[in-house]
Structure formats: C-alpha cells, structure tokens
C-alpha cells in the first residue's frame, strides 16, 4: 500500500489500496492504536486513498473493501506506522548531528549499532531517483543549484560496493561485479574530525581480525551519530591506510537498509 520505511513526527502517511473487484464498491480505511484495541472506522477516508499526520508510533491500518450493503469484499493485511526520531527534534540531539558538540558528548559504539542488511544508494543516484532531494536541495541553496547538487552527491556516493550486510562481528562487502567477501573486524576507537566550515564529525573505527584478503584493513563509520545508538543510514569509509581513510572527505559511500525503495529513500532523505 505504500508504507514507508519509517515516518517522523509530522510526516504524512500516505497509502493507496487497489483492487480488481468489478462491482460497486466503496473503500473503508481503519485504525487502531495496538493489538489489544478494537478498529476504528475513518469516516472522513472513504476512497482508495488514506493519508494522515504521523503522530502515533504503532499505529496499525487496514483497508477494507465493501459493498453497497456494508458487506466487506476485501480486507489488507494491517500495516504498522513507525516514527524514528533517529535524529531527534531536542536542540541538542539538532546540535550534535549538525556538527555542534563537546568531547564529552562523545561515547565508544558497538558493531551492533550497525547491523543489519544495507544498500548503496548511488544506483539510485545514476538512475535519476534521487533527482527531487537534489531540486529539494537547490530550492533551499544561494550558492549550488541542481547540477551542482548532482556533482557534489555523485562523487560523495560513488562506489562499486552495492550491498553490507553487518552480523555479530563480520561485515559482507557484496560488489557490483557478482563477487562478495567477508571478514570479522573488532572495535578500535574513534577519530574527531574538524571540518572548514567550522563543524565537527566522529569516524567510529573498526580493524579486520579474520577473514578474506580482499577485505580492507579499516571501515570507518559516520553517521551523524556520537554516542551509542542505532543507525538508520551512515557514510562509510574503507581501506588498509588509517590516516589515508580519515584525510578522505570527498568520498562517502552511503548506505541506507536494503528493505528500503526509491520513494522510501527520498521521503528520508528530504526529512534530513
């Protein structure tokens, strides 16, 4: 039906349901707050379009249709709301993913604040996709427009590494080329970057322990996060030179979950 990944507070919920029932037919769209509720009937909702304000995390919907009689032809599977609030609306949660922050906000971070199935996001790029971030973008700039937005994300996402997958201790590189590759890899501290325009960012730094060769030595996380936290995208940077990897910051292959498609990438996209 349409349900992005995850929504934030104030984002719009937006679902279509579709049918191949022929006679006259009217859609339903109902709601409730947990499992242990009873459904409740949006009146206001009646065709085959349901959109609302994300308020509530958890919050359960299902599409019904019915015929004249009330008698229901076909009923959705329900499908569940998520709001993250990864990045926080405090002024300090703000503050530090703009790059504000003290060294004692810092905090050492686990593999596991990375798990998961993750997908590069430059095809999305190359395939055009991400074209209303970049006019999004523009519109809010005085100093880049359109193509200039493109050329700064297409060097920042480039990158032949279309899929991670992070489990336990190991990360999987899987390639452009059909080839994939794993190793294990344990913490090794973090890096404080200072950047020109004045703002700060956290390399949290993994070294391989075993496993295939053709891994690199060090992965370099970014993600805007400083302390520990789940992720919900990140910036990754890799290689067998330490200094080399955090000298690098034009380049930053970018990974959102694999689960997520082309809508679900811009709508997270634009909420950042």
Known sequence: MGLAHHYHTGDEVELVASSETAEDS???????????????????????????EATLDGLQIKAVLVNDDEEVLEESEPVVVEINEHHGHDET???????????DE???RDLSDWEGDWQSVYPYLQSGDLD???EAKAAESDTMDFDDYVEYYDIGYETDVDRIVIEDDSFTFYYQDGNDYTAE????????L????????VRFIFSSVEGSEEMPRYIQF??????????????????DDHDELIDEVTNWPTYYPSELDSEGLVQDMLAH
């Open 26 to 52: 009217q859609w339903q769209w109902h709601t409730r707050d947990s499992d242990d509720q009873e459904w409740s009937l949006i009146s206001a909702q009646t065709t085959e379009r349901f959109s609302r």
């Open 93 to 103: 949660t703000r503050r530090i993913y703009r790059g504000f922050f003290y060294n």
């Open 106 to 108: 810092i905090g050492d």
């Open 132 to 134: 209303e971030v970049f």
């Open 185 to 192: 890899y344990e913490y090794d501290g973090y890096e404080v």
């Open 194 to 201: 200072n950047y020109q325009r004045g703002n700060r960012g």
């Open 222 to 239: 970014s993600d805007h996060i400083i302390s520990p936290n789940e992720s919900d995208h990140f910036h990754l940077y890799w290689g």
